[in-house]
């Protein structure tokens, strides 16, 4: 059998490669060396590819949020706006109902007024007519009682003096001479 030793004539002092046993804690110098070589090109691709993507990215969502936040401020102020156009609204439709219900109060207290007054003048004509009624009955009344009353003195007379008092002139001098005492009577008391 061949050994190692054989094949290669190796120089004093000198070792070949994985005779040496690794250290657990540092990596050999080549593995080093290319890891950081990969590491500077990774960290300059991201560097210039993906970090300006990235930034933009999260300035177009600052961008957003912050222009929702603006526009949910407009949206708030219009609303605010709104709700003091509404308010201001409201309360003059209440002022104007107001004035309708007061306007409406005087109307009412006018036409009760006026009904009132129509009310008493009716029942001053309705009085007025009752009392002309009256009158004009009480005058109707009186005439047919003097007319009653002169056929009663005639035909009292007539017995009394025992002749008929057929002469018209002297029968309205004999009721308007007897009609005249009654009411010198009726003064007296």
């Not at 080093?32 to 300006?52: D, E, G, N, R, Y």
């Not at 009682?145 to 007379?157: F, K, T, V, Y």
Request: hydrophobic share 45%; net charge negative.
């Amino acid at each position: 059998m061949t050994n190692v030793n054989d094949i290669f004539v190796l120089a004093e002092g000198e070792k070949l490669p994985l005779e040496t046993e690794p250290s657990i804690l540092l990596p050999a110098m080549y593995d080093v060396v290319w890891s950081t070589v990969v590491f500077v090109i990774v960290f300059l691709l991201f560097w210039k590819f993906v970090l300006p993507k990235f930034q933009e990215v999260l300035a177009e969502r600052e961008d957003r949020i912050k222009g929702g936040i603006e526009r949910a401020q407009v949206a708030q102020a219009e609303a605010k706006a709104a709700l003091e156009k509404n308010n201001a609204e409201l309360a003059e439709a209440r002022a104007e109902a107001a004035e309708i219900r007061e306007a409406a109060r005087a109307k009412g207290k006018e036409i009760q007024a006026e009904l009132r007054e129509r009310a008493e003048e009716e029942s001053r004509r309705i009085v007025e007519a009752g009392e002309k009624q009256l009158l004009a009955s009480r005058e109707q009344v009186v005439a047919e009682l003097r007319n009653e009353m002169g056929q009663n003195s005639i035909s009292l007379a007539e017995r009394l003096l025992g002749t008929e008092l057929s002469d018209d002139t002297r029968r309205s001098n004999t009721i308007d001479a007897f009609l005249a005492e009654l009411d010198n009577v009726s003064t007296r008391k």
